[in-house]
């Protein structure tokens, strides 16, 4: 989620001990999130167990937001842009991965999301009128090329069916609607209300759409029980929903956005590392560059901005 926060030491000073517990806690919170997707998908549809995962979010996040003392009483107004966060950020968004993680690795997941920073940069041009850099564009232009270079292999190949095809769209669809959440986002900063109690209701509203979706197409709510799925809801709800959430936020104030934007850059080398381990994702040397040109990418963007 694209936060404005202020940044207390966004200097050069180094890091401290705080500082790399926090950054190491957001990449490997986010990193693993994606191998614990697929535990997700097996059995029950993606928008129930998406539902059930900011079930447990959004209380989470509601009683955090209390306990820090945030004042959680807006007016209509507001809560109609908390819903819009719901329906992009902590509903589609997710949803859609899940979708998608049916038919794809999952550490290809993890690299296909952290293109959001260059489909950011297209939508504030629409939405903000920022225009981008020369920098900021070639950026873009070397993460997209990165993405058709790890899919090359399947682009060139019998790999590449119907359904690698439509895993792939899904994907780039759920990339665009994070995005167009943090346009969401950036708005309801601008008017001066703060992150947490933002991103509490909005997981609440993201929990009621799902639920509503997933009642008009007639799906149970009914989980797997089974103890992989229930450590992999508890897993993405808590770690990768609350604290990953909470730790960016803090390292955002302590370390400025730029610096503490590289967790999104880090996050698909641990994913792909554990889908490597434990999906026998396989290597290949077009794989290999478009790693290399979308975290290259990813960085010059940090640097544009």
Known sequence: MSVASPAIRNGSGGFSAMDYGLYAATVLAWGFSWIAMKSQVATVAPEVSVFWRFVLASAVMMAWAKFR????????????????????????????????????????????????????????????????????????????????????PKLVGAEFNTHAAIGLGICVAGTLSFCVGNMVSADTQRRGIGVVPAAAWGMFYGMMFLGLFS???????????SISYFSGLVYLAIFASVIAFASYLTLLGRIGSARAGYATVMFPVVALTLSTIFEGYQWTTAAALGVVFVLGGNILMLRAR
Do not use: C
């Open 69 to 152: 003392g945030h004042n959680m009483s807006f007016p209509v107004q507001d809560h109609f842009r908390f819903a819009g966060l719901g329906a992009f950020l902590f509903s589609t968004n997710f949803t859609l991965f899940y979708y998608g993680a049916m038919q794809i690795p999952s550490g290809l997941l993890a690299v296909i999301f952290s293109t959001a920073s260059i489909f950011n940069l297209f939508l504030g041009l629409i939405v903000f009128g920022q225009r981008p850099n020369p920098l900021a564009l070639l950026a873009g232009t070397i993460g997209f090329a990165g993405i058709a270079l790890m899919f090359w």
């Open 215 to 225: 009642a008009i197409r007639g799906q149970s709510f009914a989980v797997e029980w």
